[in-house]
């Protein structure tokens, strides 16, 4: 398994703002997912971010909203801009050792609240 | 494309009661299939998985079989605690040549002292 922390792990921010979520594995991974859990909700992917390549977003996604940096094989950030009330949600990092065959660790999730 | 369809709740059982929930899934080709557990304010832990046809995944007394003939994966719990009650996801793992999972709805199960 591996071990992931986010941070932050909760926030309130404003409308109009913009908050990055940093996601830290203690080992080196081939894939990072970033996911969004809207309240009473499954999971839903935004994006696959690799290390040395962009993301790639999902269905309903983009890269302006959702900007994401892999800049290693440890770390990656999830921005939100431009925030309103529908982006209050849990966003999680999860990852995978292998890409394609492998199951996916998830971590902590960040609990953001937008006003 | 790959789908999961899970039964949804919520389920209310008492501590000691048999939990059953159900998961069927429609692949192309045979992925791994997996449990994750989210419990109150966490984050998604794997429960158990399984990589082939009749592979049964099994875990803090969690077991799931994977049929091939009836495409289901269900879950199930022979006695369950108050330490149980969390919200349950099926997953469906990549098929060849993809790297994403496919979540179901996710069921709440909640278990009564």
């Known amino acids: 398994s591996a071990v992931i922390s986010q941070k932050p792990s909760r926030d309130i921010c404003q409308r109009g703002t913009s908050l990055t979520i940093q996601c830290q594995v203690d080992s080196q991974v081939t894939m990072m997912f970033w996911y969004r859990q809207q309240p009473g909700q499954s999971l839903t992917l935004i994006a696959t971010?690799?290390?040395?390549?962009?993301?790639?977003?999902e269905s309903g996604f983009v890269i302006d909203k959702f900007p994401i940096s892999r800049p290693n094989l440890t770390f990656s950030t999830l921005t939100v801009s431009n925030m309103s009330p529908e982006d209050s949600s849990i966003y999680l990092c999860?990852?995978?050792?292998?890409?394609?065959?492998?199951?996916?660790?998830f971590g902590p999730g960040t609990r953001l609240t937008v006003l | 494309g790959n789908s999961v369809t899970q039964m949804e709740g919520p389920v209310t059982l008492s501590e000691e009661a048999f939990l059953t929930i159900n998961c069927t899934y429609t692949a192309t080709g045979y992925p791994s299939l997996f449990w994750y557990v989210q419990y109150p304010g966490e984050g998604l832990q794997l429960l158990l998985k399984?990589?082939?046809?009749?592979d049964k995944g099994s875990n803090k007394g969690f077991e799931a079989t994977y049929r091939k003939e009836t495409t289901s994966f269900h879950l199930e719990k022979g006695s369950v605690q108050v330490s149980d009650s969390a919200v349950y996801f099926c997953?469906?793992?990549?098929?060849?040549?993809?790297?994403?999972?496919?979540f179901g709805a996710g069921t709440t199960v909640t278990v009564r002292a």
């Open positions: 999860s990852v995978s050792r292998v890409a394609g065959f492998d199951e996916q660790f």
């Open positions: 971010a690799n290390q040395g390549s962009e993301a790639t977003y």
């Open positions: 399984a990589t082939k046809a009749d």
């Open positions: 997953a469906l793992g990549p098929s060849l040549g993809d790297y994403k999972l496919s």
